[in-house]
C-alpha cells in the first residue's frame, strides 16, 4: 500500500471510529424522547380517567343530596294541596248485631290530594271504611247496613273543614275520589301534578299524608296545645282546633319503587295508618300513585295505584253521572 493510500485509509478509519459515538448518543437521545412522550401520554391518559372517576364521584353525590332533599322539597312544593281526612259511619241493623240502639258509630282517618277543582282522591277503603274490611264485612253478611255519616277534609293553611258532598268510588282499584264544598277559605288549593310517565323500578319515591292522624299532629304540636288536646276524647273537635290553629301538617318519607305490577306499585317509603290514599311523588315532584297499604313486618312492602287508574275514575266524578251506584251524594 502506498503511503498515500495509507493516510486515506486512515483517515477513514478514524472517521468511522468517530462517527460510532455520535450515532449511538442520537439513538439513546430519540429512545430517550420516546420514552418521555410515552410516560406523558400515560400521564395524561391516567388524569384523565382520575377526572371521569372524579366527575361520576361528584355526579353521585349530587344525585344522593338531591334524593335526601327530596321530602323536604316535595312539602314545600306541594304541602298545601294534601289533606286529612276524618269522618264518622254507621251500620244501622237489629240490635242483636250493632247494639241495643239499632246503630254503632265508627270513626275513621286517611289522606286525600287536590286533583281538581272540588275533587280530592284518596283510597276506596277511606272515603267507605267498611269496604273490604274483615269485621265490617262479618257485620253485613248478618244484616248490618253501612253509611257515611260525615267526611271532612283539613288542608294545612285552612282553618276550618271542608265538606265533603260526593262520593265516586271505582270497582277497578282501591280509588275514590270525593268533592267538596267551595269555599273562600280553599280557594287557593291547586290540584297536584299528575305523572304523564309510567313509573320506573329504581326510581326514588316520597309519599306524603298523614300517618297516625290526629295523634300524630297532637303529638308535635306546640307543648301547651299539646297539654290542652292530648287527652280529648272527641278526635272530630281535636281536629278542628288543631285545622284553626293552621297545625294541619303532613309527613313525608323517602324510599325507592322496588317493582310495578300493572297498576299496583311496591316501594319501601315507610307509612303507618291514616297515611292511606296519600300521594306517592317521583323526583321531579309528579304524583305516580295512591299510597294504599302495607305489610307489616317486611319494610319493602308498601303498596300503592298507579295515576293511570285513578285517571278515568276522576272523568268519571267531573262527569256527574247521576244514578250510579258507584256515585252518590252525602247532602
Known amino acids: 500500500m502506498t503511503p498515500a493510500v495509507q493516510r486515506a485509509s486512515e483517515h477513514a ?4 471510529r468517530g462517527y460510532a459515538p455520535w450515532a449511538a448518543m442520537t439513538g439513546v437521545t430519540v429512545l430517550l ?28 353525590l349530587e344525585a344522593v343530596r338531591q334524593e335526601q332533599a327530596m321530602p323536604a322539597v316535595v312539602l314545600n312544593r306541594h304541602r298545601d294541596s294534601i289533606g286529612f281526612l276524618y269522618g264518622t259511619y254507621t251500620f244501622s241493623g237489629r240490635p242483636a248485631v250493632v247494639g241495643r240502639r239499632g246503630k254503632l258509630r265508627m270513626r275513621f282517618s286517611g289522606t286525600g290530594f287536590v286533583v281538581g277543582a272540588g275533587l280530592i282522591a284518596t283510597n276506596r277503603h277511606v272515603a267507605e271504611p267498611w269496604f273490604e274490611d274483615e269485621q265490617a264485612e262479618a257485620l253485613m253478611r248478618r244484616g248490618a247496613r253501612p253509611k257515611l255519616e260525615r267526611l271532612e277534609a283539613f288542608f294545612p293553611g285552612v282553618g276550618e273543614g271542608l265538606r265533603v258532598t260526593k262520593v265516586t268510588v271505582s270497582d277497578e282499584a282501591d280509588l275514590a275520589v270525593v268533592s267538596f264544598e267551595p269555599q273562600a277559605s280553599a280557594a287557593n288549593l291547586r290540584a297536584l301534578p299528575l305523572a304523564a310517565r309510567p313509573a320506573v323500578p329504581g326510581d326514588p319515591v316520597v309519599v306524603v299524608g298523614y300517618p297516625m292522624g290526629t295523634a300524630a299532629m297532637v303529638a308535635k304540636s306546640p307543648r301547651a296545645v299539646y297539654r290542652r288536646l292530648v287527652n280529648r276524647e272527641d278526635e272530630m273537635a281535636v281536629t278542628r282546633e288543631l285545622a284553626s ?13 322496588g317493582d310495578v305490577v300493572g297498576h299496583n306499585l311496591i316501594y319501601d317509603a315507610a307509612t303507618a295508618h291514616g297515611g292511606s290514599g296519600g300521594p306517592v311523588f317521583n323526583a321531579r315532584g309528579e304524583v305516580i300513585g295512591i299510597n294504599a297499604a ?15 287508574a285513578l285517571r278515568p275514575l276522576m272523568q268519571e266524578a267531573l262527569s256527574g253521572l247521576q244514578g250510579d251506584e258507584r256515585a252518590y251524594s252525602m247532602r
Do not use: D, N
Not at 406523558?40 to 391516567?46: K, P
Not at 290553629?245 to 319503587?257: D, E, K, Q, V
Not at 305489610?295 to 303498596?303: I, P
Open 294 to 308: 302495607y305489610l307489616e313486618g317486611f319494610s319493602g312492602s308498601t303498596l300503592g295505584v298507579s295515576v293511570e
Open 13 to 16: 478509519g478514524k472517521a468511522a
Open 245 to 257: 290553629l293552621l297545625l294541619i301538617r303532613p309527613s313525608a318519607t323517602f324510599g325507592h319503587l
Open 33 to 60: 424522547a420516546l420514552v418521555a412522550g410515552g410516560s406523558q401520554m400515560a400521564a395524561e391518559r391516567s388524569a384523565q380517567r382520575f377526572a371521569q372517576r372524579v366527575e361520576r364521584l361528584s355526579a353521585e
